[in-house]
């Protein structure tokens, strides 16, 4: 079992554009949660994806959006980034009410 | 969600046993104890969660007072990787994992040889 992967593992990108991050849950997992950590910070959830639709959702603004696909991989997409955006972005997937796996996230910079 | 205070860094010598406390004592009825930890550059890992019992796993034991209002982890024999940072979290709901998690900024354990 390849548990969470997430892809890539670092990128680079300058303010104004767009970026897309991807996440492929724990096998037997349908639920997807995205978080997004500061440096020095504990992990802020983002949102919740559950049967392709957003289940939940955190104090991020409307830049921030997702998808989850009907094999409960899922995307992160940022837009109009800001320097404020850079932070290591980790996703989690669950299954029923079983724990949170995490993935070992993707570290998004931006310039 | 409730919110919990965790000291900021504890320090434990390896092969002690070491004591994680949290204070939580605005959690509600049906609310969950979570215990995550993060490894330096890696997502947090589950360790363990409770209601209202002790729990034991593992990776650890998790103590919960009676009154729910401050829980301890601990960590029987300390190695050097278990080094991290250490977070506890109240969750809502029955098993409460398909909410969110609301993270602090935990409590940072060195463990040394």
């Known amino acids: 079992d390849a548990g969470v992967t997430q892809s890539p593992t670092h990128l680079i990108k300058t303010r104004g554009q767009q970026v897309t991050l991807r996440c492929s849950p724990k096998?037997?997992?349908?639920?997807v949660s995205w978080y997004q950590q500061a440096l020095g910070q504990g992990p802020q959830f983002i949102f919740q994806?559950?049967?392709?639709?957003?289940?939940q959702r955190g104090n991020f603004p409307d830049r921030f959006s997702g998808h989850q696909f009907p094999n409960y991989s899922s995307e992160l997409n940022v837009n109009a980034l800001l320097l404020g955006d850079s932070a290591l972005y980790l996703c989690?997937?669950?299954f029923g009410w079983g724990e949170q796996f995490f993935g070992p996230g993707t570290r998004l910079t931006v310039l | 969600d409730a919110k919990t205070t965790q000291p900021p860094s504890m320090d434990c010598a390896e092969g002690r046993a070491a004591n994680l406390p949290c204070n939580h004592s605005t959690i509600s009825g049906n609310e969950y104890v979570y215990w995550y930890r993060q490894i330096h550059s890696q997502g947090p890992q589950y360790i363990i969660h409770g209601l209202k019992n002790n729990e034991t796993n593992e990776m650890a034991s998790l103590i919960i007072t009676e009154d729910r209002k401050s829980s301890t982890l601990i960590l029987p024999h300390a190695t050097l990787r278990d080094t991290a940072v250490y977070y506890c979290?109240?969750?809502?709901?029955?098993?409460?994992?398909?909410?969110?998690?609301?993270f602090g900024k935990g409590t940072l354990l060195t463990v040394n040889p």
């Open positions: 096998s037997g997992h349908d639920t």
């Open positions: 979290i109240v969750s809502p709901g029955s098993g409460g994992s398909n909410y969110k998690l609301t």
């Open positions: 989690a997937s669950s």
């Open positions: 994806y559950y049967e392709e639709e957003e289940r």
